[in-house]
């Protein structure tokens, strides 16, 4: 038993890897892309999973948001009226379909969020040109339920924001800091197979996905 053992030993301590160890993987090394490089591939990258990607400027994302409300007939638009955003759509409510504020507790008005809310509207804290990524930190005023349970997500996303990769992104400062302990990574609305491998939007979350750059 010794000697097996003192040989099982004898050969652990002579292995010698006779391969060279791979080199580093390079998932998160930096491509040198200009800015305006890593909106064309984030807007690629998006589009070619169905998000919807509209360009607008600081003066006109207005106009492309009351048109997304009216060509989509929504009844309704879920928002936060204390949002950068949020406050200046509220200004213009006359311009877009109802708008809807909740401030209360999940559980008082779920229900009406899973049956009467057409849209919603959120901010986002970055995007990854790599991936064709969003994404999202949920808070208080825009919780993480909003881009996922209305049938359309509308977010807004500044071009200065989009980031070559994740690591990037927090190397950048896109992301507040300290991290959050909740970040959504969304790369397009919502899509599942059944077992004949017929696809299908909007089962596990939003049917549509909608990103305005500014």
Not at 117 to 124: I, Q, S
Not at 153 to 160: F, G, K, M, N
Request: charged letters at 20%; one cysteine or more; a negative charge.
């Amino acid at each position: 038993m010794n000697n097996a053992r003192d040989n099982i030993l004898k050969r652990l301590h002579d292995y010698r890897i006779s391969e060279e160890i791979p080199a580093d993987s390079d998932y998160a090394s930096h491509h040198d892309w200009n800015t305006e490089e890593r909106i064309k591939r984030f807007s690629d990258r998006m589009k070619a999973v169905h998000a919807e990607i509209l360009n607008a400027t600081a003066d006109s994302w207005l106009n492309e948001l009351a048109s997304i409300c009216s060509r989509k007939n929504l009844r309704n638009l879920l928002l936060s009226p204390h949002s950068q955003w949020g406050k200046q759509i509220a200004a213009q409510a006359e311009r877009f379909p109802p708008l809807k504020y909740f401030s209360q507790p999940f559980e008082a008005w779920k229900n009406e969020l899973f049956t009467d809310v057409d849209a919603a509207f959120t901010g986002a804290y970055a995007g990854i040109a790599d991936t064709g990524t969003l994404i999202i930190q949920p808070s208080p005023d825009e919780p993480r339920s909003w881009s996922l349970v209305p049938p359309v997500h509308i977010a807004i996303l500044e071009q200065h924001r989009i980031c070559t990769t994740f690591t990037e992104a927090v190397a950048r400062g896109s992301i507040e800091s300290p991290l959050p302990s909740n970040l959504l990574l969304i790369s397009g609305p919502s899509k599942s197979t059944d077992i004949e491998q017929t696809l299908a939007y909007g089962i596990h979350g939003p049917q549509a996905l909608i990103v305005i750059l500014v």
